[in-house]
T-cell receptor, first 119, second 113 residues
Framework: DTGVSQDPRHKITKRGQNVTFRCDPISEHNRLYWYRQTLGQGPEFLTYFQNEAQLEKSRLLSDRFSAERPKGSFSTLEIQRTEQGDSAMYLC?????????????????FGPGTRLTVT | EDQVTQSPEALRLQEGESSSLNCSYTVSGLRGLFWYRQDPGKGPEFLFTLYSAGEEKEKERLKATLTKKESFLHITAPKPEDSATYLCAVQAKIYNQGGKLIFGQGTELSVKP
């Protein structure tokens, strides 16, 4: 079990440029989540996939943001025409579809994050 | 609206000085409450899941408890390596078991030797 991995770990870009981040979930997990975290705040939900289907998107996810999970394995998050307000840590998490017991929630395991700085 | 509030925002302790962190939540039916630890520049690390009022979970110097409106993370005889930000999150029943988490803003804990 290698855990959730994210690439790159750091990205500096100029305003107006497009950026793409990648997330590889834990291998047996079929659910994948994207969150955004700014300094001093908790993570905020952006979107989530079950296999390749995108099941929910937050209102935070403007038209400039798009996420994909084409084969139900890794996922990409693209931000077009970046703005300084997009500067944040972008976190990916994954969870299993096999709950430990009954209707208990699935635990989400996070990757190390991608730190985006827009100059 | 589902909401999570953590207090205090920051807590400074001396090594060995026990204390508690609070997580108050408002949610339309609680499916689960989660505690995570986050070190600077890293992703959150899963600690505990609590499902129903009265439940308790323990791990080393940490003990998490849950009531119908709040959760506490008790830290007994903390060590400097316990310094981190502790995040609380809830998942609402209206979502399926794989639904999103709603996080509080975190409590930044600093333990001095």
């Amino acid at each position: 079990d290698t855990g959730v991995s994210q690439d790159p770990r750091h990205k500096i870009t100029k305003r107006g440029q497009n950026v793409t981040f990648r997330c590889d979930p834990i291998s047996e997990h079929n659910r994948l989540y994207w969150y955004r975290q700014t300094l001093g705040q908790g993570p905020e939900f952006l979107t989530y996939f079950q296999n390749e289907a995108q099941l929910e998107k937050s209102r935070l996810l403007s038209d400039r943001f798009s996420a994909e999970r084409p084969k139900g394995s890794f996922s990409t998050l693209e931000i077009q025409r970046t703005e300084q307000g997009d500067s944040a840590m972008y976190l990916c998490a994954s969870s299993t579809h096999k709950p430990p017991q009954g209707t208990r929630p699935y635990e989400q395991y996070f990757g190390p994050g991608t730190r985006l700085t827009v100059t | 609206e589902d909401q999570v509030t953590q207090s205090p925002e920051a807590l400074r302790l001396q090594e060995g000085e026990s204390s508690s962190l609070n997580c108050s939540y408002t949610v339309s039916g609680l499916r689960g409450l989660f505690w995570y630890r986050q070190d600077p520049g890293k992703g959150p690390e899963f600690l505990f899941t609590l499902y129903s009022a009265g439940e308790e979970k323990e791990k080393e110097r940490l003990k998490a408890t849950l009531t119908k409106k709040e959760s506490f993370l008790h830290i007994t005889a903390p060590k400097p390596e316990d310094s981190a930000t502790y995040l609380c999150a809830v998942q609402a029943k209206i979502y399926n078991q794989g639904g999103k988490l709603i996080f509080g803003q975190g409590t930044e804990l600093s333990v001095k030797p």
